[in-house]
Nanobody
Framework: QVQLVESGGGLVQPGGSLRLSCAAS?????????MGWFRQAPGKDREFVAA????????YYADSVKGRFTISRDNAKKMMYLQMNTVKPEDTAVYYC?????????????????WGKGTLVTVSS
């Protein structure tokens, strides 16, 4: 079992920055899992944001965030991060982290093995 807890959400102005964190715990090896960030805006389906391979060597991004967001992980601390820069109002959503023991390239499909409960990001002036 893996427990995931997101933090770092809040209110940020357009053009600003925010860093989300995802803490993993449980009797498991963190680096056994590819990790991803997903988001769900009000009235919309959950969508893929970014994914990172088990040791951080490979990353994937949704086109909507490419060049603005950066995903990273620290296996020693069992942490994953999402640095959000130049945020836009359309980035407003609940952000979820997920873990899955399968190839990183497939993580964008969702269906993760484990999910956190989410953290709300609101981009507004």
């Amino acid at each position: 079992q893996v427990q995931l807890v997101e933090s770092g959400g809040g209110l940020v102005q357009p053009g600003g920055s925010l860093r989300l964190s995802c803490a993993a715990s449980g009797h498991t090896t963190f680096e056994a899992y590819g990790m991803g960030w997903f988001r769900q805006a009000p009235g919309k389906d959950r969508e893929f944001v970014a994914a990172i391979s088990r040791y951080g060597s490979t990353t994937y991004y949704a086109d909507s965030v490419k060049g603005r967001f950066t995903i990273s992980r620290d296996n020693a601390k069992k942490m994953m991060y999402l640095q959000m820069n130049t945020v836009k109002p359309e980035d407003t959503a609940v952000y979820y982290c997920g873990a899955a023991a399968r190839p990183t390239l497939t993580l964008s499909r969702g269906g993760m093995d484990y999910w956190g409960k989410g953290t709300l990001v609101t981009v507004s002036s």
